[in-house]
């Protein structure tokens, strides 16, 4: 190998020396980063919300923080590196738009990022920080469910942070490794006081974000970073709110449930095709959107309807999410349940890199368990 | 301001018996309300010490030795600055009007604490005086402070915030995140240090081997001054000054007070179990802000052995009256329990607080029902 790179370094002729060079390696072997896990399905397009225009992931984030800069005067953004438009492009264009004092980037810092947002919200301005990656987002694990969580209530709701919402990208993107991949939602959802949001496609960030900015609770607002070019539907252009603490029942069955959230949600939409066509077994697909508060009505509904219940998310299955929900509805619908409650998560490992694609919870995996309780 | 060479001072006490000393203009009526509100709240400190000592409140933290950080700041503010606290400046609410009825009731977690009798004593707060209620953890207040003082700025209301905190908490993450937060974006905010010698146990030198708080503050383009803490117009002065320019200049400055906490930690703690008698004594007799600003009132003709008998007789009679009321005042109703965790009660809570009173239904003996407000 040493002898092949010298050779590499001493012409200038740069490629062909490179293919002589390194020629008895033989072809590369190709690992298939490039193949995602899931289909994206876009919704239908929305009716109700006036004149809808082609966007992706980001730029439907992009225009809700744009329809809340111009309609709230208190509104500011800021983060790490959002100044430019922001390591995944969501906030391109808002600086020249709204001025330095309203879209502006902070020091490296977390803790800071997150404290200084909370007294923001404190003073009554509408703070709006992002995270640069979800897996970052642990320096400021104090601030937000020691302060922010707990503002309103030890203070007697004299004083709150209200006003303050966390943008983060989140969740596997084909080669994020450990420290770009994470799926942080279960720390959160432990902690009364803060809401934890989920979306699955643009127009559901777009009207999920708008709620979280609205809403008068500290809200942690993750967007699926895998999603951000690769999913593409007409997002309307003016701004609306999708509710929060509301799942949604993307399609009925009477077979089994399966509940999932973010990218996910496009994988069991799969799973649900796969088990109709391969086993005849009808799927009621939920996306939770909301981890905290959950809604507990809607997921224990389906699942007195269809007597089976299987859980999907990326993070670890040990304490994951999923872990709640099963432990809910089986107080809820004990008497209810043909079989025990599935969790196809990943596994109880750091998120590896090159080993992504067997460690992800993938419509095989998901597949394999729903006609596991189907036969139980 | 000769900022690191020295400690800014004004020579408050013995040298104020000299001819000359000017005390700076401060009317007799703010000297004595200073020295009123220092000397109610050493009252009331010892008073609720004992009440812990007794088994009333569960706990309480005083503030001796330290009375002129307070009061000197607090006067420097206006009444709509912003005030982030740690635990121990109960003097700069006090000063800003909060009644010795909220104090108690705040430490007895009755049914008149605003805070809806949930956090543990001391940990006072007010939306009326703009004292940012206090929490447990140490300096996560300072980047929240730097945050609003952003927020302020943006509004253009010619307000500051104020923010307190220990010698130990600037060694906090959160310390280096609020300076550089503040400096970087510009905020009008004054961060001002109470270094009192000792993190519960820790003294200064096992806390930091640099030179104290203020020397930090050049490090993050920041503007410093170290003050004697114990001189209550040194106080006044460099928080009066800090004041106008944060405004004008949008910019942060740090004041680090030097004092002494002549008390205990809290009623956890017995500070004989790491510093000798000597040294308090030598603080609480030679270095002590109320006496210091007694000599000088004294000097001028505006206070003698009759008005401080009469006052101390008053103002123990004000705090004893307020006492034996928030020690009747039953706890806060259950329900509290429950409420403002979010701003609307959600689903989950509204089902755990009907298995509690479920629950009460068929178990209340074992319970102190009758404690609590219906």
Partial sequence: ?376 | MAALRGLYRTGLGALCRRKGYQGFGLSKEMVLNCYKKMTLLNTMDRILYESQRQGRISFYMTNYGEEGTHVGSAAALEPNDIIFGQYREAGVLMYRGFPLDLFMAQCYANADDLGKGRQMPVHYGSKDLNFVTISSPLATQIPQAAGAAYAVKRENSNRVVICFFGEGAASEGDAHAGFNFSATLECPIIFFCRNNGYAISTPTNEQYRGDGIAARGPGYGMMSIRVDGNDVFAVYNATKEARRRAIAENQPFLIEAMTYRIGHHSTSDDSSAYRSVDEVNYWDKQDHPISRLRHYMTARGWWGEEEEKTWRKQSRKHVMEAFERAEKRHKPRLDLLFSDVYQEMTPNIEKQKEAMWNHLKHYKEQYPLDLYDK
Avoid at chain 1, 30 to 50: L, N
Avoid at chain 1, 75 to 86: H, K, L, N, Q, S
Avoid at chain 1, 269 to 286: D, P, R, T, Y
């Fill in chain 1, 1 to 376: 190998m040493a002898a092949a790179a010298r050779l590499v370094l001493r012409t200038a002729s740069g490629a062909k020396v490179l293919r002589a060079g390194l020629g008895w390696l033989g072809a590369p072997i190709r690992v298939p980063h490039a193949a995602a896990h899931f289909t994206f399905h876009p919704d239908p397009v929305p009716t109700r919300h006036g004149p809808t225009q082609k966007m992706n992931l980001f730029q439907s984030i992009t225009s809700a923080l744009d329809n809340t800069l111009s309609s709230d005067p208190t509104a500011v953004i800021f983060g790490e590196d959002v100044a430019f438009g922001g390591v995944f492009r969501c906030t391109v264009g808002l600086r020249d738009k709204y001025g330095k004092d309203r879209v502006f980037n902070t020091p490296l810092c977390e803790q800071g990022i997150v404290g200084f947002g909370i007294g923001v919200a404190v003073a009554g301005a509408t703070a709006i920080a992002e995270i640069q990656f979800a897996d970052y987002i642990f320096p400021a694990f104090d601030q937000i469910v020691n302060e922010a969580a707990k503002y309103r209530y030890r203070s007697g709701n004299m004083f709150d942070c209200g006003n303050l919402t966390i943008r983060a990208p989140w969740g596997c993107v084909g080669h994020g490794s450990l420290y770009h991949s994470q799926s942080p939602e279960a720390f959160f959802a432990h902690c009364p006081g803060i809401k934890v949001v989920i979306p699955r496609s643009p127009v559901q960030a777009k009207g999920l974000l708008l709620s979280c900015i609205a809403d008068k609770n500290p809200c942690i607002f993750f967007e699926p970073k895998i999603l951000y070019r690769a999913a593409v539907e007409q997002v309307p252009t003016e701004p609306y709110l999708i509710p929060l603490s509301q799942a949604e029942v993307l399609q009925e069955g009477s077979d089994v449930t399966l509940v999932a959230w973010g990218t996910q949600v496009h994988v069991m939409k799969e799973v649900a095709a796969m088990a109709q066509e391969k086993l005849g077994v009808s799927c009621e697909v939920i996306d939770l959107q909301t981890i905290l508060p959950w809604d507990t009505e809607t997921v224990c509904k389906s699942v007195v309807k269809t007597g089976r219940l299987l859980i999907s998310h990326e993070a670890p299955v040990t304490g994951g999410f999923a872990a709640e929900i099963s432990s809910t509805v089986q107080e809820e619908c004990f008497l209810n349940l043909e079989a025990p409650i599935a969790r196809v998560c990943g596994y109880d490992t750091p998120f590896p890199h090159i080993f992504e694609p067997f460690y992800i919870p993938d419509k095989w995996k998901c597949f394999d368990a729903v006609k596991r309780m189907i036969n139980y």
